[in-house]
């Protein structure tokens, strides 16, 4: 099992438990949260506090949920980057376009005040 989904109160949590968000892993990734879009899941935080890498298809599938969030006027929230994954995004120049938390909790925090504020 690559991912733990669990549907929270009033958002959807989606653990990535591998420790690369690569080629083997991302696929599947971005299948489960257009699966989730599709069922009306419009508020997703994406945990990758177990991530210590990253390449450019975990980084396609990271938009593709910021922007199946977005289209449905939902939230989407980045939560718990390890060093070199959060290095990726701010390379990449992401941590402009994402709503990043340093961990799960803040994460939580965040897309609740986001939920309270719409």
């Known amino acids: 099992m690559d991912f733990k989904i669990d549907k929270l109160d009033g958002f959807t949590l989606v653990q990535v438990l591998k420790e690369k968000l690569d080629?083997?892993?991302a696929p599947t990734l971005k299948s489960e949260l257009v699966l989730l879009s599709g069922n009306g899941e419009k508020n997703i935080l994406l945990d990758l506090g177990k991530c210590n890498y990253c390449d450019?298809?975990?980084?396609?599938?990271?938009l593709v949920a910021n922007r199946l969030c977005k289209n449905a006027?939902?939230?989407?929230v980045l939560a718990g980057l390890q060093p070199a994954v959060e290095r990726l995004i701010s390379?990449?120049?992401?941590?402009?376009?994402?709503?990043?938390?340093?961990s799960l909790n803040d994460g939580t925090e965040m897309i609740r005040k986001a939920l309270e504020s719409n």
């Open 23 to 25: 080629t083997h892993v």
């Open 73 to 76: 006027d939902g939230v989407f």
């Open 56 to 62: 450019s298809s975990g980084l396609s599938a990271i």
């Open 91 to 102: 390379v990449s120049q992401l941590d402009s376009v994402l709503n990043i938390a340093p």
